[in-house]
């Protein structure tokens, strides 16, 4: 998606996929709210999901074109001419011409006519070039990103929070309320992404979850009393303990969906070349699901052994180093083209502030750009 989508609304487009998923997930805790009893509960969960997730999606993947930038990588020009068709309704030549000799010049610097035994060396520091771990900068902020999304335990927490919940002594309603409320957070953070920008609405949203987290786990390790049947019984809290989790669950979900929920996927993808931004995200999708079966997998065993309130402590402290890991690495990259932030990434620093004014301007004048006046596309 980040490929296909203009750079003053990229990070909307790339960010309404959590809004999806958060849907989904809204989907599966009603249905479970709703047939709790019955024993065929799972059955309808895999149902709705079929029905309003699964074949919505493969019958609309058909329907879209191939990136742009891939195809002018690969060579297929007259097929990129119809894709970037489909994305620009203005100033489509314009556009069009950019990217060709961006890519055009990328490619041509990369593959210089040589004899044969130079050429092959050109090879392997091409191949060696386009390895993801060859881009520091790039890895090093999208690795940190998809570590901190899992070890702030919140994709995982949301699976048991039934049963946080109950061990609050709160009623089992209040997971379908809170994600009701992830979807507006979710929301939120389409709408201001590409206005306030991806750092900012980064370090907003994990400081959000560093003092939920923190009211979380004080009021368990000094309010929660009567508990029963393990950590899959119940307890009681005083009232007041009680609306502290239930404000600091649902500020918790809030920060995240401000955060890593959207913005880890989105950072991932605007920060590597073209060239390896396909392997790049297949690599870090592993490390996102392998961490997040390890935390799952953990929780419950670390809260048999400690206890809710000091787990959601470690959590927190999580969130402090996200806040310094965000800020020392992870670059600011509202409003820029995939290629002004690539050539920022690789490190031309000579270059940074000049090229990201004129890309901002070029990003306003295409907004200021009446489109009556322009020629009809051909």
Known sequence: MAEMSPARIRGAIVSVKEVIIVTGMVAGYCVGYLFDSDPLVWSYVYIVILVVGAVPMLLTSFAIPRSVRWLLLKGHTEEAKKSIKYIYKTRVDEEFDELLEFIGAATTESTPVQDQDSKAAEEAAAKKKNSIFSHSKAF???????????????????????????????????????????????LVTTVLVDRAGRKILLQIGCTMQLFSLAAIGFAFCFFQKDVTGGHNGSGSMPTAAQVVVLVGMFGYVCGYEVSFGPLTWLVMSEVFPLES??????????????????????????????????????????????????????????????????????????????????????????????????????
């Open 140 to 186: 090093k902020a999208s690795l940190g990103l998809t570590a901190l999304q899992q070890l702030c335990g919140k994709p995982s927490m949301e699976g048991y929070s039934a049963i946080i919940f109950a061990s609050a002594g709160l009623v089992n309603s209040s997971s379908v309320w809170m994600s009701l409320f992830m979807i507006a957070s979710a």
């Open 277 to 378: 931004r396909g392997a790049a995200t297949a690599f870090m999708v592993e490390i996102n699901f392998l961490l997040n079966f390890l935390v799952q997998f953990l929780i419950l065993v670390a809260e048999a052994r400690v206890g809710w309130g000091p787990l959601f402590f470690v959590f927190a402290g999580v969130m402090v180093y996200s806040v310094y890991f965000i800020h020392h690495n992870v670059p600011e990259t509202k409003g820029l083209t995939l290629e002004q932030i690539e050539r920022t990434m690789g490190g031309d620093e000579e270059c940074i502030a000049n090229n990201a004014e004129e890309d901002r301007g070029h990003t306003e004048r295409t907004q200021l750009l009446p489109t009556q006046n322009l020629p009809p596309v051909p």
